[in-house]
């Protein structure tokens, strides 16, 4: 059972505009939640993290949004460059230290 | 910048063989995770290393995979014998503690023919 959905495998956006990645989870156990960002024949980079006490944080130009009633986290590049072509993986962890991952977002920015 | 090392990079084997991985952990970090992603799939937890102690085993198919880390540092994952569906992407990761921010290797694209 996929606790970590990413239910859109890829994304095209134009260079400069928004991005936004979305991931639901379905357990309420969940309390951290990252993103990951993998280039091809690369292990997956850390990006940004956000706690379940949080609904935001912000690093220069990602964002991540969290709504715990939705289950619900989003990710946005604001603005989007060629450089961030990759396939992003949202991850969940619970109170008792696990990880799940999403099945990925394939991003592509277009010049 | 310290890096989670792993190797081989790729392997390629046939059916009902042994293969075995290896990884080596950023330096001081205590918790190593190996992870296999099928293609399309996100990484999928097999087993994770609180120092020398395994501490989640639950998915890792002990049937024909083992793994150590003897000495709480570096780390071997081990398939024998080797299986068609063990194709995939073995991940290396590290982390200072259980619930810290997970490190990457570049990983092990394994194909069993």
């Known amino acids: 059972d996929q606790q970590v959905k990413q239910n859109s495998p890829s994304l095209s956006v134009q260079e400069g505009r928004i991005s936004i990645l979305n991931c639901d989870y379905t357990?309420?156990?969940?309390?951290?939640f990252l993103w990951y960002k993998k280039y091809p024949a690369e292990g997956p980079t850390f990006l940004i993290s956000?706690?379940?006490?949080?609904d935001k944080n912000e690093d220069g130009r990602f964002t991540v949004f969290l709504n715990k009633s939705a289950k619900h986290l989003s990710l946005h590049i604001v603005p989007s460059q060629p450089g961030d072509s990759a396939v992003y993986f949202c991850?969940?962890?619970?109170?008792?230290?696990?990880?799940?991952f999403g099945t990925g977002t394939s991003l592509t920015v277009i010049p | 910048e310290a890096e989670v090392a792993q190797s081989p990079r790729y392997k390629i084997t046939e059916k009902s063989q042994a293969v075995a991985f290896w990884c080596d952990p950023i330096?001081?970090?205590?918790?190593l995770y190996w992870y296999r992603q099928i293609l399309g799939q996100g990484p999928e937890l097999l087993v994770q290393?609180?120092?020398?102690?395994?501490?989640?085993d639950s998915q890792l198919p002990k049937d024909r995979f083992s793994a150590e880390r003897l000495k709480g540092v570096d780390s071997t994952l081990k398939i024998q014998p080797a299986e068609l569906g063990d194709s995939a992407m073995y991940l290396c990761?590290?982390?200072?503690?259980?619930?810290?921010?997970?490190?990457f290797g570049p990983g092990t694209r394994l194909t069993v023919l």
């Open positions: 991850a969940a962890q619970n109170t008792g230290n696990q990880f799940y």
């Open positions: 357990n309420s156990m969940f309390d951290y």
């Open positions: 956000i706690s379940s006490i949080k």
């Open positions: 330096s001081g970090h205590a918790t």
């Open positions: 290393f609180q120092d020398e102690s395994v501490v989640d």
């Open positions: 990761a590290s982390a200072t503690g259980n619930t810290d921010t997970q490190y």
